[in-house]
């Protein structure tokens, strides 16, 4: 006879601790939702070596959450250098540099084009195992959250009014979690994303990877010797076997990249120690140790879906995309906190059925849109290393030459990718059913730049506030009506949206020095710092606007409440 199942009972249960699923969690929790995590692996065990940059969005998010302070104090020592350098091998000649300030200065350099950002919090150059402990100990510290490691996520049934998930512990112990709601957010290989029938597809293949996790206690020194300054991604540029180094600790622990030319897609095919070399610039009596590898295929892969009924899907489970800048990581971050809020609305009452509908909506298009810019660059990136030739470590004046222009055009593509303001700032959610639009569009963006707006979709320009504090500081769990013009009566709207227990705050700054870009004497920010709504007056149809931002005008998938 079976013994009888462990029953516990949350809000919202999520599969999988990696970075996505404990920032979904932390969002939750932070809005006092009860959550439950299942997570494979034991405490304590690292994650693999895989993103190595946390995107100032992300940092804003993590800000919010209470954590920002303590991801930036981790990672790479505070005076090493956040550069991207260019080399003919990591010990090779250095062709260019793309400069970032290093923690220690990050938020008072001005020069770079790395610095200065419209944001409280700039970017941080971390490495996913110092990233995911951080992150691990805030969850676990915080009342409503509970992770159930060393536990292996099964199965999930669903009713009408709530999901049973299924796990089984480290001693093959039955455990059942009834929740309203279900949350996959276990990678690429999602076990949930495959129960609720979505399927990827797009560009299986667009470039195969070698990757090396390495103890080297001498490379650091022996490049200080040489005369060249550390970064914390270098390049290799030559033709023979280009690739990329990615500083771990700042001390002795690399990620190597080698990109397999085109072509080639056998990762046994390629001599691994001896491409380690090549791209190091060492030759065979220079000892290292091969801790880990994890060779990978870049690809462009999108789900048709991210939802069924009161299942869900986050991060790498819903798209898969060359790992360039830690693009994958931080879109998954924006999934989880866009479905956080909405989540956490639903289970309180004030969202209505219709509000859920606007995850699919809102992400499923924007991440759409940065997988092509990823999967473009990646094209770019190959292009590039496949031209360069034997001239980049040519003596006297012609090979000057070459090396400029490689400089050049090596620069003026990668700066978009390493100081993407676009990316981070510039997206905006243009067929919400949550959100009331206006006649005027938000600005395009590239993945380099874009145009601070304040039109509905967007996320609301930051600056700073007389006290010194920014913005997004004083913005309030649920939505907040930012009034530049007190004279405004919001009384009515702030009326309408008490009786369906919609949250609203009030934030008067007429006496602030705002951007132009806030020309409308009222805006509505959401509760992920996007804009809702704004205008100088209130709408006339009040009860129309309320139904809107709360949800009701979304299409009809969830069919009950949460238990």
Same mark, same amino acid.
């Given at each position: 006879m079976n013994a009888e199942p462990v029953r516990l009972k949350a809000d919202v249960v999520v599969v999988g601790a990696g970075p996505v699923g404990l920032?979904?969690?932390?969002?939750?929790?932070?809005?006092?939702?009860?959550?439950?995590?299942?997570?494979?692996?034991?405490?304590?065990?690292?994650?693999?070596?895989?993103?190595?940059?946390?995107?100032?969005?992300?940092?804003?998010?993590?800000?919010?959450?209470?954590?920002?302070?303590?991801?930036?104090?981790?990672g790479l020592p505070a005076d090493y250098p956040n550069d991207v350098a260019y080399r003919t091998s990591f010990l090779g000649r250095e062709i260019t540099r793309i400069p970032i300030p290093c923690r220690a200065d990050r938020y008072t350099a001005t020069e770079c084009p790395d610095a200065d950002w419209p944001t409280p919090e700039p970017p941080h150059r971390i490495n996913?195992?110092?990233?995911?402990?951080?992150?691990?100990?805030?969850?676990?510290?915080?009342?409503? =959250?509970?992770?159930?490691?060393?536990?292996?996520?099964?199965?999930?049934?669903?009713?009408?009014?709530?999901v049973v998930a299924r796990a089984t512990d480290a001693h093959g112990k039955a455990i059942e979690i009834a929740c309203a709601y279900l949350v996959g957010c276990d990678g690429g290989r999602s076990g949930v994303r495959k129960a609720i029938g979505a399927t990827l597809s797009g560009d299986v293949a667009l470039q195969h990877v070698q990757s090396s996790y390495i103890r080297a206690p001498r490379l650091l020194p022996m490049l200080r010797e040489k005369g060249g300054v550390p970064a914390w991604a270098s390049f290799s540029l030559n033709p023979e076997q280009s690739g990329n180094v990615y500083a771990i600790d700042g001390r002795e622990t690399?990620?190597?990249?080698?990109?397999?030319?085109?072509?080639?897609?056998d990762f046994e095919a390629i001599d691994r120690d001896r491409a380690i070399r090549t791209v190091l610039g060492v030759d065979q009596t220079f000892a290292y140790e091969l801790i880990g590898k994890e060779d990978w295929i870049g690809r462009r892969l999108m789900v048709d879906r991210m939802r069924r009924g009161r299942v869900f899907i986050c991060g790498d489970a819903s798209h898969?995309?060359?790992?360039? =800048?830690?693009?994958?990581?931080?879109?998954?971050? =924006?999934?989880?906190?866009?479905?956080?809020?909405?989540? =956490?609305?639903?289970?309180?009452?004030?969202?209505?059925?219709?509000?859920?509908?606007?995850?699919?909506?809102?992400?499923?298009?924007?991440?759409?849109?940065?997988?092509?810019?990823?999967?473009?660059?990646?094209?770019?990136?190959?292009?590039?290393?496949?031209?360069?030739?034997?001239?980049?470590?040519?003596?006297?004046?012609?090979?000057?030459?070459?090396?400029?222009?490689?400089?050049r055009s090596t620069y003026d593509l990668n700066v978009q990718q390493y100081c993407c303001a676009g990316l981070n700032f510039g997206y905006y959610y243009e067929r919400s059913p949550l959100i009331v639009y206006d006649d005027e569009a938000a600005p395009p963006y590239s993945m380099g730049d874009f145009t601070a707006s304040t039109a509905p979709g967007a996320r609301a320009p930051h600056f700073t506030l007389n006290s010194g504090r920014s913005l997004y500081d004083v913005l309030g769990h649920g939505y907040t009506l930012l009034r530049f013009d007190t004279g405004a009566n919001v009384d009515a709207l702030l009326g309408a949206a008490n009786a369906k227990d919609i949250p609203i705050d009030v934030l008067d700054l007429t006496a602030e020095a705002a951007p132009d870009v806030y020309r409308h004497g009222l805006v509505l920010v959401r509760p992920d710092q996007h804009i809702a709504w704004r205008g100088d007056y209130i709408p006339?149809?009040?009860?129309?606007?309320?139904?809107?931002?709360?949800?009701?005008?979304?299409?009809e998938q969830s069919n009950s409440k949460p238990n």
């Open positions: 920032t979904l969690a932390m969002d939750l929790a932070w809005r006092g939702v009860e959550v439950i995590v299942i997570e494979a692996r034991p405490c304590g065990q690292p994650p693999s070596v895989k993103s190595n940059h946390v995107s100032a969005r992300s940092m804003e998010i993590f800000r919010r959450l209470g954590v920002a302070g303590k991801v930036r104090n981790a996913q195992i110092y990233l995911e402990p951080v992150l691990f100990e805030h969850l676990e510290a915080m009342p409503a =959250a509970r992770i159930l490691s060393a536990t292996t996520y099964t199965d999930f049934i669903e009713s009408g009014d709530g690399w990620l190597v990249h080698v990109y397999l030319k085109p072509g080639v897609t898969l995309w060359v790992p360039y =800048a830690g693009y994958g990581m931080n879109a998954g971050i =924006a999934d989880a906190a866009n479905l956080a809020w909405l989540l =956490a609305a639903r289970i309180a009452g004030w969202g209505a059925d219709g509000i859920l509908t606007a995850y699919e909506a809102e992400r499923l298009p924007i991440t759409e849109q940065v997988s092509h810019f990823a999967m473009n660059h990646a094209h770019a990136m190959t292009k590039a290393r496949g031209a360069i030739s034997s001239q980049i470590d040519a003596k006297g004046p012609e090979g000057d030459v070459y090396r400029a222009e490689v400089a006339n149809d009040l009860a129309a606007f309320i139904d809107a931002i709360r949800g009701r005008y979304g299409a």
